[in-house]
């Protein structure tokens, strides 16, 4: 692990966690040529505490650390930190994502990795507003929306169901304000990805599905049982009537 030290306010922080050495000194190189102050981590079991310490901007998180794994540092680090978390996993079998995001990844990437395509997905994670941020996204609605018992408050990013607040990560709370900008509008998951991710985002447009199944699933729903996320059959996904 690397020496920590206390960066300014104004520099972009990365940790980056991997137990393949050569991969993570790989990463942290492209993240200091872009301007980052980067902290390498190459044991899941002290990343947790160095990224309480650290306060990073992204996490570059490796799913299979020995010992303790990338879940379960993913896991301890939502418990104190909104930092976006990019997963690595040497596996691509849907369980893995599903598992990686369930627990407050944003976005992943499958090795063997490109540091270019890593960068750009960074840097589209970077784009997006952290909770306590107000979003100016044009696409994003700027009043609070209600939805049978469900209510959305774009400023401070917030979803509450039945008088209950929702434990939406960031990805999944952008996902249901895509869906609430236009609510008469059935969105594709490509035009989903370009709203959520951008434009640039490369990869598997199912990570758009493994996002709805957990919005559903904070919200209190499930396929059948559809109030506030409908699924068009065929085409993509809608805002439900809340009903």
């Not at 997963?87 to 893995?96: I, S």
Request: proline share 5%.
């Amino acid at each position: 692990m690397s020496t920590l030290s206390r960066p300014s306010a104004s520099t972009r922080r990365a940790v980056v966690v991997d137990d393949e050495q050569a991969l993570a000194l790989l990463v942290a190189g492209y993240l200091e040529r872009d301007g980052f102050e980067v902290q390498l981590c190459f044991d899941g079991a002290q990343a947790v505490e160095l990224i309480r310490q650290v306060d990073p901007d992204v996490v570059v998180l490796d799913l299979g650390l020995p010992g303790l794994d990338g879940i379960e540092v993913c896991r301890g680090l939502r418990t104190f930190s909104d930092c976006y978390v990019l997963m690595l996993t040497a596996r691509a079998e849907g369980v893995d994502t599903l598992i990686g995001l369930s627990v407050g990844a944003d976005d992943y990437m499958t090795k063997p990795l490109s540091p270019r395509e890593l960068m750009a997905r960074i840097e589209v994670l970077l784009r997006r507003p952290r909770r306590a941020e107000v979003t100016t996204r044009p696409s994003a609605p700027e009043t609070v929306i209600s939805i049978g018992e469900l209510t959305l408050d774009p400023v401070g990013r917030e979803v509450t169901v039945d008088g209950q607040l929702a434990p939406l990560t960031r990805t999944e709370f952008d996902v249901l304000s895509a869906l609430a900008s236009r609510p008469e509008m059935v969105f594709t998951r490509r035009a989903l990805i370009d709203i959520v991710w951008g434009p640039a985002w490369v990869g598997d447009e199912h990570l758009v599905d493994v996002h709805v199944l957990h919005v559903r699933q904070k919200l209190g729903d499930n396929a059948e049982r559809q109030r506030f996320v409908r699924t068009v059959r065929g085409v993509g996904y809608r805002l439900g009537a809340g009903e």
